[in-house]
């Protein structure tokens, strides 16, 4: 069940397409909005039609599908996997009446399982082949594209892109529209701000979440479907979902629930409306994210916990390894801690399966789940910081 968001599609594509002025969508759009909020499914089953709607050829790549492959590498294979769908017909037609004639005659010589390579040909030349082939502007929507920082070739691909897109473009025609998400608005910073960002001075927009529209359309299926169960009281619906951080899955399986006769025994048993019900599990829901941060968060060795206490703290200011940083880290240890000692926890803080800290290629440091920041945030206001708990050895030797 998709919800479908088209006017913020159609919004998108006109900046896109530069038709409102003083924006700098052509340059690049740069979409920030925290996991599991919706970013793909926008990008995919709105974005991209209405894109194509408009006459454009789509490619799209979501870094995260194959985080160990150089990101490089996975855009190349999304460009030539379109690139493929439009030499098919034309390298027909263009044997019929010979290559020059239809001006496509570099696009042919493209071997589309080489893009990207040393030997094969570049990003730039890929994405023009397609401008040609389609005879329309492409977009390219790569997703997760804080992801491309984390490794020296997914660097340069960003790199590539934004030489790619320097070298179609011309003002007032934008050959080549280049769409980045991403679930951490600090870490796309990197892609934008420092002189030596491939995109730097272009700005990053939070991706509207799901809003009110979004539970609406849902009270409209249950009061369809359920008739007894209306009006169903919508504010309360809508506090529930705030609560889950408009995340539309959760707030479906929370419904889905609370509405099922064989749901949950210990809500239900006390007689109450199914929206009272949706708010308990949102709660819950809610409760088990910080249950699972603060556990994430004991099981760690000391100096390890220290790390996280301070890249929370710090948060884009974080100096891993600076003398400030040693003197915290003993200071909350309760005893030295040299630059190899914090060295060590952080690459176990690396290595955790699902990994706690995110490194670029540059050796910058963040927390990997921005999620944490909140979480931190919440306890710090609270003064419930830090977590205690059965402290790490106490159950080792
Ligand atoms: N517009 C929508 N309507 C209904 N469900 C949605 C919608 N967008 C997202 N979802 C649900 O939320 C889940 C997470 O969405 P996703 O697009 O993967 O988020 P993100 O890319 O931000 O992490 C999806 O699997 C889907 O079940
Ligand atoms: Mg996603």
Redesign the pocket.
């Known amino acids: 069940?998709?919800?479908?968001?088209p006017s913020l599609a159609e919004e998108m594509c006109e900046a896109l397409q530069g038709s409102n002025l003083f924006n700098d969508a052509p340059n690049g759009l740069f979409l920030a909005?925290p996991?599991?909020?919706?970013?793909?499914?926008?990008l995919q089953a709105d974005l991209k039609p209405e894109l194509e709607r408009r006459g454009i050829a789509v490619v799209y790549v979501d870094l995260w599908a194959a985080p160990q492959r150089d990101p490089g590498e996975l855009i190349a294979e999304a460009i030539g996997a379109v690139l493929r769908t439009h030499l098919g017909p034309i390298a027909k037609a263009a044997k019929a009446s010979g290559l020059e004639s239809i001006g496509i005659a570099g696009a042919l010589k493209i071997d589309t399982s080489k893009i990207g390579r040393p030997e094969g040909s570049t990003l730039t030349e890929a994405l023009r082949a397609l401008h040609l082939l389609a005879k329309s502007p492409v977009a390219l929507i790569v997703?997760e594209a804080q992801h491309s920082l984390t490794s020296a070739a997914g660097e340069d691909a960003m790199t590539a892109l934004k030489s790619a897109r320097d070298q179609l473009n011309r003002p007032g025609q934008v050959n080549l529209m280049l769409i980045m998400s991403g679930?951490d608005r600090d870490k796309q910073l990197r892609l934008v701000n420092a002189n030596a960002a491939p995109f730097y001075g272009s700005s990053i927009k939070h991706l509207p979440l799901?809003g009110d529209d979004?539970v609406t359309h849902l009270v409209g299926l249950i009061e369809r479907q359920r008739p007894e169960l209306a009006p169903v009281d919508q504010p309360q619906l809508a506090w529930a979902f705030q609560t889950l951080g408009q995340?539309?899955?959760f707030f479906?399986d929370a419904l889905g629930q609370a509405l099922s006769p064989f749901g949950d025994a210990d809500t239900s048993a006390k007689g109450q409306r199914f929206e009272a019900l949706v708010e308990v599990l949102a709660r819950r829901r809610l409760d088990q994210d910080r249950q699972q941060m603060e556990s994430d968060y004991l099981v760690l060795r000391p100096v390890e916990q220290a790390v996280v206490w301070r890249m929370l703290e710090q948060g884009p200011r974080f100096r891993p390894y600076d003398v400030e940083a040693l003197r915290f880290y003993s200071e909350k240890t309760g005893g030295p801690v040299t630059r190899a000692m914090a060295q060590k926890a952080m690459e176990a803080l690396r290595n955790r399966q699902p990994s706690l800290v995110w490194k670029s290629a540059r050796g910058e440091y963040a927390i990997d789940d921005a999620a944490m920041h909140q979480w931190y945030q919440q306890r710090a206001a609270a003064g419930t910081w830090p977590p205690t708990g059965p402290q790490w050895g106490s159950d080792e030797e």
């Open positions: 069940m998709h919800f479908p968001r909005a996991r599991r909020t919706g970013k793909s499914t926008f997703d679930s799901l979004f995340r539309p899955q479906i």
